[in-house]
């Protein structure tokens, strides 16, 4: 079973900006769409955004479009999540995770569609 671990969360001012980055731990990961999710304090797991297995096509939610900039290597077995312009609001911890195999529709945003969940990364936007 394919293991992911997320890194570069941190604080930040508002306005500023930070990568986040998910490590697979093997192969696999390039058969597979991914996707950035956050949860905040109180609220429900969020899509943030989800990339098909080969990068050519993205999904954002509304509230990062322009912002944000998802991409993936599958020669490196890493996803990425390009973030700009944070605000307050973008304050969550951020997960990655794996498409699981049994959905095949695009463009895809629903958690429950995702596995493999990662620990999380922390990102924190001040005001």
């Known amino acids: 079973q394919v293991k992911l671990v997320e890194s570069g969360g941190g604080l930040v001012q508002a306005g500023g900006s930070l990568r986040l980055s998910c490590a697979a731990s093997d192969r696999t990961f390039s058969s597979a769409a991914m996707g950035w999710f956050r949860q905040a304090p109180g609220k429900e797991r969020e899509c943030v955004a989800t990339?098909?297995?080969?990068?050519?096509?993205?999904y954002y939610t509304d509230s990062v479009k322009g912002r944000f900039t998802i991409s993936r290597d599958n020669s490196k077995n890493a996803l990425y999540l390009q973030m700009s312009s944070l605000k307050p609001e973008d304050t969550a911890v951020y997960y990655c995770?794996?498409?699981?195999?049994?959905?095949?529709?695009?463009?895809?945003?629903?958690?429950?569609?995702?596995?493999?969940w990662g620990q999380g990364t922390q990102v924190t936007v001040s005001s």
């Open positions: 995770a794996r498409r699981l195999p049994s959905y095949t529709r695009w463009p895809s945003s629903d958690p429950k569609e995702y596995g493999n």
């Open positions: 990339i098909n297995r080969t990068g050519g096509a993205t």
